[in-house]
């Protein structure tokens, strides 16, 4: 049964395996006595074969592809330096069936036992080792949607660093070293008939199991929740299943379309050049506590900035990343509250032309250029654009190469892009430009020459770097914004200017701890990391004050309101969805009757109405095609102008 050979050629795999992957242990920072363990398992296991006769090899059959699930339960959670112990047994189990369930299928696919393990095994910790790099560089954890956004994970993955941590290092190890092991194993030639018939009878039984014991379970998304509470196999898989959009309750166009006729249509006239810039990653910190403290201050000309100005916070639904969900947000007043957790609306539900400020702004004569000074492959922009209604866009290849901040087109030369642009538009058209910046992107490690930290963090137990280079990013956009309001307080024309942040930078948690003095344990305290500082200013007399709390999807009403503009239908419905929910993003609303941030399933009364009717309208405006409000509709787009010569 049990042969014992040392010469031969798994016994020098074995030897190489076991130099490789105990030096890598060793210099991941791996105690010695595991290091030492799987280089000894790998020349322990080398020169052993088994040979097993008809019935054992059944049981074989079995029980490796078992313990191959059991064993990546365990090595999904050590990966992300998370426990098994702390989940429920149900949790457990879920895990164990939805390993199990890759791995049966794999065998199938194979048709052979050790293949079909390591490919099941080895794919879901590839996936689970994205996790652990999503997490590191966003700070939430590995989405199914992501995957829709790989383009513009590739335009940025060089800012990162990709240094595998020990844990990833542990489980690759330890995974080598169970498949090398079972490698040992002679099967033979199983019966392809009874393993197929067996195997698919028990990936059904599996796949009925998992779906039936996922009711009542939750997906989390707030830092490892996921894969604490409910293990990353379950937790990914739960995310899986609410990528799908539901219909809403009760939902009726009928109803819907005699609520819209209740409201005025507004007049097609034009008002004055309106500007929006989401600058990337800007945040103020101070919402987040009082134990914020640096050597001077970060953003002193948006501190100053009041007269002719509406200023206040708007809640974000993203943290850390994914930056066109903000604009999908502010453009079509759209809400990501009612949309699977962990989609990017742009690349999913922009299928077509689609409803947004700049169809509106188109209806009434104005022209409509977006800039973003990086790749336009990022985020699908150059496709999503024309389709919201753009008429000329500008990417990175438009912009001089100069003004270079960490080797990203600075504020100040996406600002100087913008008044270049406002320079060279058409006279007998009012002009709305949007622009999305790049100078604040992560990670924020780089140490060229040519950047300076200027801003250090004072009292604080331990040091932040990372921290620092954000602010000291931060703190340019301050005075490139400083400029940008000189050059339009001396125009001639009445402009507004809108000016927003797109998310928290991801940034380490430990600091994000020290400003607000603790963790972020309630609802309330997650959304101050929600909270985006924004303004909307213009170079005429308007109504200067500061507003309470909004969110990004509300932020056009204010853009009306300073350029005079009488608004679209869909914006008269969402102030006055606004006077009872004034503040939502992806993770609840503020609710006025309980003082406090709560989840979506707890509203009640008005609040769950006007929530209600804020998801109807939402789904007829983006998913309901055949029975769309007229009030949707978007104007249709002309062929993309090409830039000239001197804008390019």
Sequence with gaps: MFQVDFHNSRFVVGAVLAALFGAALLLFDAPVWLALLVAAGFLAAAPVRVELPDPWRVVAAVLVPLLGAVLLMWLTQGAM??????????????????????????????????????IGMGLLLLLVTADYYVYAFRGTELLPTDFLAIGTA??????????????????????????????????????????????????????????????????????????NNNGFLLNFTLELRDSFIRRPEDYDPDALAALAATYDPPEETAGPTIIAIMDESFADFRVLGDHFNTNEPVMPFFDSLRENTIRGYALSSVYGGGTANSEYEFLTGNTLGFLPQGCVAYQQYVRGET??????LKDRGYACVAMHPYLESGWMRNTVWPRLGFDETYFVDDFPRRNLVRGFVSDQGMFEKVTQVYEQRDPSRPLFLFGVTMQNHGGYRYTGYDFKTEIRLRGYRQLYPTAEQYLTLAHKTDSALETLIAYFSGVDDDVVIVFFGDHLPSLPKEFYEEIHGGTFDTLDEQLLQYEIPFFVW????????????????????????????????????????????????SQGFYSRSAGAFLPFDEAEGAEREALERYWQLQYNNTFDTKNRLSIFDAVSTEPMAEPSPANG
């Design 81 to 118: 330096d998370a426990r098994v112990l702390p989940l429920t047994f149900d949790e457990f189990l879920l895990g164990v069936g939805i390993g199990g369930a890759v791995i049966v299928l794999w065998v199938l696919i194979t048709g052979r036992i050790i293949p079909g393990v390591g």
């Design 355 to 360: 409803h947004s400020i700049v169809s509106e």
């Design 538 to 585: 213009a170079n005429y007399d308007i109504d200067a004050r500061e507003t309470p709390l909004t969110s990004i999807n509300y932020l056009t009403n204010y853009v009306y309101e300073a350029a005079g503009l009488e608004p679209p239908v869909y914006t008269q419905l969402l102030m006055d969805l606004s006077d009872t929910i004034p503040a939502l993003n």
């Design 154 to 227: 590739i335009n940025v993955a060089g800012e990162y660093d990709y240094t595998p941590g020990p844990s990833v290092v542990r489980v690759w190890a330890l995974f080598a070293l169970f498949l090398f092991a079972a490698g040992a194993i002679r099967f033979g030639r199983l019966r392809r008939r009874p393993l197929t018939l067996a195997g698919a009878g028990t990936l059904a039984a599996l796949v009925a199991a998992i779906l039936l014991g996922m009711n009542g379970h939750t997906s989390q998304q707030w830092h490892l929740h996921g894969v």
